[in-house]
């Protein structure tokens, strides 16, 4: 199943005071008055004033004679140039990441002092995203290159600045806790200690182009590898500023490399170079096929068909209605984390949720991008899948399923409204509408069924066939009801109770897939230990020998 996204997440659940105050506030500077900024408004960049994405390299920003021309998802006008590398520039790429050793820029016992280094970087960062200028900044950038309503997008740098300000100070050293186990004898003792990688990449996609190149990024460093990092390009103008901000913050220029790049150069960037682990976010064809090229040394947050199961206690529909519409339609649905498919609970049917859903659903316009340009999916592409499911005996279309009118956004991107069809639980379990069911659209879109207390194992079989398994909900207050489907399914991210949802995750759990021993995940000290080191055991022995102590027999 398809998701360029990757996924993370209603990175979006900033408190509704803060969004209010950041787009209430009245700037007295200028964007080129910020000291990391390249000369860019983001209201500014157009075709006649294009603005300009470059590569970093062992500690330059650079660029090459082979530029992509990025156009404005809203108007088809060419608004960034991308300065792309080639196969006649990669060679210092991969010479920068083969001088970094294996043991890492810093380990527990090689310049420890960097940990408190990362500390206060994180905390100058953190301040910096946390000034209304900055986060407006990157808020508006965010908007032009993936775009979504302003809260959204803030929430998306909100994320980001909790998230540095989680690992300021002593944080990161605490990341690097060691353990200790007594020996056999006096003077035996075993260390566990938690080791870098040294030189690793990092491949991320469109959808989150701060959050999750951002921690992604700092958890490398944290743990003392020497990242090179890719994002898509029509993105990567936000992670180059980001970058830029950092090393106003402290980051030595040489510790991360920056690439642009197709996935063929990057592809080969990772052959000749060799990363000893490479982190990727994106589709699960480019995700299997990269497991097989770096022989398993991967880490994957790739497609995910999210799913919502609706239990048999009603109540709150209003509030359920929304975190529905929240789930399937915030972003226009390009969340790993959306929601894919929610299985109803006739008590459900039978209530008003399905029209209230409607009714949320069609507010969303795209004056305010709370429904906007998918940039994976053509508006044929997603009409197209939604007659093949028509086609399934039982099922109709509850509300959509046709195109966004009286706008400009280009034809190499879809536009629809968000669009909700019914199949019947039983034609989903058929063998040959259930992959055509789950496949995954990333854009405004998903799938609606309902079931009876009597067909919960029928529920249950269909996650159980499903290949990826990163968000889910189960909505409901039962405590048996969530046993029973908590202890029959697997995904890595499951909310669970009446405030149940598929996204929303932010800088203060987990978030990633599980069944999966190449998953990865994100935010957390846990996701951080788990992706970004391995462990290595030090078993000290110096004695003293026994006296007296005489060569034994052979043995």
Known sequence: MHRLRGCRELRNRAPQFAVNFVSSFKFSRYVHSLPFATNINADGISGSNPAEVQNLVQGKWTTSSNWNTIVDPLNGEPF??????????????????????????????KSPERYLMFGDISAKAAHMLSLPEVSDFFSKLIQRVAPKSYQQAFGEVYVTQKFLENFSGDQVRFLARSFAVPGNHLGQQSHGFRWPYGPVA?????????????????????????????????????????????????????????????????????MEAKPHMTLFTGSSRVADKLAV??????????????????????????YV?????????????????????????????????????TELATRRKLDDLTVGPVLTFTTEAMLEHM?????????????????????????????????????????????????LV????????????????????????ALERMHAHLTAAVVSNDVLFLQEVIGKSVNGTTYAGLRARTTGAPQNHWFGPAGDPRGAGIGTPEAIKLVWSCHREIIYDVGPVPKPWEIPTAT
Request: aromatic share 8%.
């Open 80 to 109: 960034i140039k991308v300065s792309e590398v080639d196969e006649g520039g990669i060679q210092p790429f991969v010479e920068s990441l083969r001088q970094c050793p294996k043991h890492g820029l810093h380990n527990p016992f």
């Open 202 to 270: 990092i491949i991320t996609p469109f959808n989150f182009p701060l959050e999750i190149p951002v921690l992604q990024l700092m958890g490398a460093l944290y743990m003392g590898n020497k990242p090179v990092l890719k994002v898509d390009s029509k993105v990567a103008i936000v992670a180059e500023q980001m970058l830029r901000l950092l090393h106003e913050c402290g980051l030595p220029m040489e510790d991360v490399d920056f690439i642009n790049c197709d996935g063929n150069m990057m592809n080969k960037l990772l």
């Open 293 to 318: 090229d770096l022989k398993g040394r991967i880490k994957l947050e790739d497609a995910g068909f999210d799913w919502k199961i609706l239990g048999p206690d009603v109540q709150e529909v209003d």
């Open 321 to 357: 209605a929304w975190v529905c519409d929240q789930d399937a339609y915030a972003c226009s649905g390009q969340k790993c984390s959306a929601q894919s498919i929610l299985f109803m609970h006739e008590n459900w049917a039978r209530s008003s949720l399905i029209n209230k859903i």
């Open 387 to 435: 007659n093949k499911l028509l086609q399934i005996s039982g099922s109709k279309l509850l509300f959509g399923g046709e195109a966004l009118e009286n706008h400009s956004i280009p034809a190499i991107y879809g536009a629809i409204k968000p669009t909700a069809v019914f199949v019947p639980i039983e034609e989903i379990l058929k063998d040959g509408n259930y992959e």
């Open 438 to 461: 789950t496949r995954e659209i990333f854009g405004p879109f998903q799938i609606v069924t309902e079931y009876k207390d009597s067909q919960l194992p029928m529920v249950l079989d």
